[in-house]
């Protein structure tokens, strides 16, 4: 491997990118129908993010822009006026390569 | 960053860090159907510009309760199983099996639904930092507070990527497919009082290296998907598991 390490483990030698393919970088706990965040160490060109509901059925429309590095979250057209949650998760994952 | 370490790759992007969290398998399970549920049919996720499939054409699958074509199957958690806030839900079953999860978060209770009468579940947790494991080899990461944040040895999930439209799994041998559906995503209502459906979503397992994204429909013959039901909103992400960790 050209870059970097590799382990020596009881199941044998691993390399960085096969010990943890995808880390959370960031959990992100929304507590509005409506919002914006900014997760300047997310690259949605390597990696993802996964959404969490806790507390309802109807979940929100988001975007990610990866030049502004910002995560907006809205209601759904679709649901018209219904109550959308207030209470999820975003994990962010890191991706290993570019 | 004062503590720990990073991993940078050839274009000087930050591959890993020790103050990532990755996700530990705390338990796999083998459940059993508990119910054979009415007519469904699945349907492969369109581009909402598509128009609607009805009954009976290429790219879906159809299930009755009586045995007319196939059967799918009503899945549950294990008896005595709670989940709870920071846990993950990977299923997984027979190649060439259906499987389909709603409500995967911890304020409900998830169904499953599957072609196949036994399925796989897998829990996954972000690692603590109070998960100090015992090794003698391998790599041990500590944070800034002193915690371990990343221990070789733990039986870590490996993430190979997200439920997108590409279908490939990166699946080297000896790794069984799990798939961590988005809760919420997984559960969509009809926007009409009179006809609050849900709609599972969920896969085609078709083998250890792909899959295709399934949304699961009740069966009325004339029913043709509402436009805005048809984009897959299914979110999730793929996690391999060791198949040395089955029981």
């Known amino acids: ?60 429309a988001v975007a990610w822009n990866n030049t502004t590095k910002s995560f907006v979250w809205i209601r759904d057209a679709a649901f018209g006026g219904r109550v959308h949650s207030s209470n999820f998760y975003v994990y962010f994952f890191r991706g290993v390569s570019a | 960053m004062s503590y720990g370490f990073q991993i940078f790759n050839s274009d000087g992007v930050i591959a890993a860090s020790s103050e990532d969290r990755v996700l530990a398998i705390t338990n796999i399970f083998s459940v059993s159907w508990y119910d054979r549920v009415t007519a469904w049919r699945a349907f492969d996720f369109w581009d909402m510009t598509q128009t609607g499939q009805a009954y009976g054409e290429p790219n879906v699958e159809i299930w009755r309760a009586d045995g007319t074509f196939h059967y799918l199957y009503s899945v549950g958690y294990p008896p005595g199983f709670v989940l709870e806030p920071d846990m993950f839900i990977g299923v997984t ?39 100090n494991a015992e090794s003698g080899h391998g790599l041990v990461a500590y944070d800034a507070a ?30 069984t497919p799990f798939f961590f559906f ?10 009409d009082a009179s006809t609050k459906l849900l709609h599972p979503t969920g896969v085609r397992i078709n083998s250890a290296q792909s899959y295709t994204r399934r949304l699961l429909w009740s069966a009325a013959t004339t029913d043709v998907l509402p436009v805005h039901l048809r984009n897959p909103y299914a979110r999730g992400f793929i996690g391999l598991v060791d198949q040395t960790l089955f029981p």
């Open chain 1, 1 to 60: 491997m050209s870059y970097g390490v590799q382990v020596m483990t009881s199941t044998g030698q691993m390399s960085s990118d096969t010990l943890n393919t995808y880390g959370i970088v960031k959990i992100l706990h929304c507590q509005t129908e409506t919002g914006s965040a900014t997760i300047p160490e997310f690259n949605s060109d390597v990696g993802f993010w996964h959404l969490v509901i806790g507390d309802s059925v109807f979940e929100q």
């Open chain 2, 93 to 131: 079953c027979a190649y060439g099996g259906s499987i389909f999860a709603r409500d995967v978060h911890y304020q409900h209770a998830a169904q499953f639904r599957s072609d196949q009468p036994t399925i796989t579940m897998a829990v996954a947790r972000p690692i603590k930092p109070n998960d």
């Open chain 2, 146 to 175: 002193g915690n371990i944040a990343f221990h070789s040895d733990s039986k870590v999930l490996r993430v190979t990527g997200n439920i997108n439209g590409t279908n490939v799994i990166n699946n080297p041998s000896g790794y």
């Open chain 2, 182 to 191: 988005d809760g919420s995503a997984a559960l969509r209502q009809v926007p």
